[in-house]
């Protein structure tokens, strides 16, 4: 069983930086297409970034595009969403998310494992 557990989100002003943490286990990572996604309240989930197994292949979300980039290192079992110049749009519940079978993909669906999420509030 994988399991997924995030961290690093907080409270952060607007124009500032954050670096979310995924860590895996259950499964070796390199089998994993990886991925974050957020929700904020009343809102439906949105994708964010996607990162392939070897990492040579990376998706963002429009609105996050230039300002975030997602990572791994495979060795440690990590990856890792480096968030900058932060928007209050950007507040929301940031969960990784990892996929057995495909590519990476903007899909929520096409991810068969969930982290339960750290929370990101950017303050204006």
């Known amino acids: 069983q994988v399991q997924l557990v995030e961290s690093g989100g907080g409270l952060v002003q607007v124009g500032g930086s954050l670096r979310l943490s995924c860590a895996v286990s259950?499964?070796?990572?390199?089998?994993?297409?990886m991925g974050w996604f957020r929700q904020a309240p009343g809102k439906e989930r949105e994708f964010v970034a996607a990162?392939?197994?070897?990492?040579?292949?990376?998706l963002y979300g429009d609105s996050v595009k230039g300002r975030f980039t997602i990572s791994r290192d495979n060795a440690k079992n990590m990856v890792y969403l480096q968030m900058n110049s932060l928007k209050p749009e950007d507040t929301a519940v940031y969960c990784c998310?990892?996929?057995?079978?495909?590519?990476?993909?903007?899909?929520?669906?096409?991810?068969?494992?969930w982290g339960q999420g750290t929370q990101v509030t950017v303050s204006s």
């Open positions: 990162i392939s197994r070897g990492g040579g292949i990376t």
């Open positions: 998310s990892a996929d057995r079978n495909s590519p990476p993909t903007t899909n929520t669906y096409d991810y068969d494992y």
């Open positions: 259950g499964r070796t990572l390199t089998s994993l297409s």
